[in-house]
């Protein structure tokens, strides 16, 4: 064996000694980022939505919709999409109808809370009270 087969071996096994300890190294990954886009809608603000309101009124609580139908100015839509890569997605709609102005009727994804069903114990109650009653 030669001088430079030696230091070629020499060569050869530091390195794959030190390949063990080396860390893992990881391509790096584009960053992606959140995007929301559209109106916020919230359950407070469908909460306040009543029908005979204005649409001065509904653009106070709403804001100013996103998408007005260009034939139908009695019908405003809102949009409200967020999208985190990976994690989560979510779209929300609501549309708000009118009549001479004024907030006949909505439909989406939310619903007023005061119009939601009664649950179960409230049937309870109230039979319970009308029971009393007579």
Do not use: H
Request: aromatic letters at 12%; charged letters at 20%.
């Amino acid at each position: 064996m030669g001088f430079r087969t030696a230091t070629l071996i020499a060569i050869c096994s530091a390195l794959a000694a030190c390949s063990f300890s080396l860390p893992k190294l990881s391509i790096p990954r584009v960053y992606k980022m959140t995007v929301q886009q559209g109106n916020v809608i919230t359950q407070a603000m469908i909460d306040q939505l009543k029908p005979g309101m204005t649409r001065s009124q509904v653009s106070f609580v709403m804001g100013e919709p996103v998408i007005r139908n260009t034939f139908d100015d009695d019908r405003w839509d809102y949009i409200y999409t967020i999208d985190i890569p990976g994690f989560f997605q979510e779209d929300r709609r609501v549309s708000l109808y009118f009549d001479n102005d004024m907030l006949a009727y909505f439909t989406g994804d939310y619903a007023p809370t005061d119009q939601l069903p009664p649950t179960d114990d409230e049937d309870t109650v109230t039979e319970a009270a009308g029971s009393a009653a007579n």
